[in-house]
């Protein structure tokens, strides 16, 4: 049975209402055969893109606190150690994961732990895989304290047609592996900051499965 995140209820049910409205109003006004179907076919088309973006599909997450999962649906676009600037302020590893508005976007907890760090920041909307990206765009910066890797930041980033970031992390929190974190809506990337030294499983250009797949360890 496919599911669908809570998130895109209302949408959902906005664009079956639109498809419905149009339809049944072409069928009204136009006697061009060739036309209404056109106009129906892409309406159908409408809907099913929607309802496809919004699909929540159930994983399960093998939980081991000394692996860290992909916490999104997606590319492996970066690979490196950087300087992060806003809670660490020191060299990271940063594993980042690109996706395409045809992906699953549901954000997932890649390890379980305590949420020490939660903060939205407003911003452009560049494309996701713009270097300046994760500095500058639309973004939610998240830090868990896990007990076998520290601190680790994940930062959920708006991509040129993400318009909304859903980050479900309050400081405090007790999160468990692979359970929901928030939702990014049309086209986004997640960067994860990881000690110096993890063990990265994954290589650029490999395709990812949010909440499933073991993208570093210890």
């Known amino acids: 049975m496919i599911r669908f995140h809570k998130e895109g209820y209302k949408i959902i049910s906005i664009t079956f209402i639109i498809a ?17 179907k056109t ?19 159930a994983r399960h997450t093998k939980l081991d606190e000394n692996q860290i999962i992909a916490p999104v649906d997606g590319k492996v676009v970066v690979i490196e150690e950087v300087e992060e600037p806003e809670f660490f302020k020191d060299k990271r590893l940063q594993i980042s ?6 992906n699953v976007h549901v954000t997932r907890y890649a390890m379980s732990g305590i949420i020490k760090y939660s903060k939205y920041h407003p911003g452009k909307y560049l494309v996701a895989w713009h ?9 939610t910066t ?19 047609l993400a318009k909304r970031i859903v980050n479900y992390a309050k400081v405090g929190d007790k ?17 994860v ?11 650029l250009g490999d395709k990812v499965k949010g909440g499933v797949q073991v993208i570093a360890e210890k």
Not at 20 to 36: G, K
């Open 142 to 160: 998240v830090v868990v304290e896990n007990k076998t890797f520290g601190n680790v930041l994940y930062r959920q980033i708006a991509g040129a």
């Open 39 to 57: 106009i129906q076919v892409i309406m159908l088309g409408f809907v099913v893109i929607v309802l496809q973006f919004f699909r929540n599909p």
């Open 175 to 191: 999160v468990v592996q692979g359970t929901d974190a928030g939702f990014i809506k049309f086209g986004s990337r997640v960067d």
């Open 97 to 102: 994961i690109f996706m395409s508005p045809i």
């Open 20 to 36: 419905i409205s149009v339809i049944l109003l072409a069928d009204y006004f136009i006697d061009i055969t060739w036309l209404l």
């Open 193 to 203: 900051y990881l000690p110096i030294g993890t063990k990265v499983n994954v290589k």
């Open 131 to 139: 270097p300046k990206a994760s500095t500058e765009n639309e973004r």
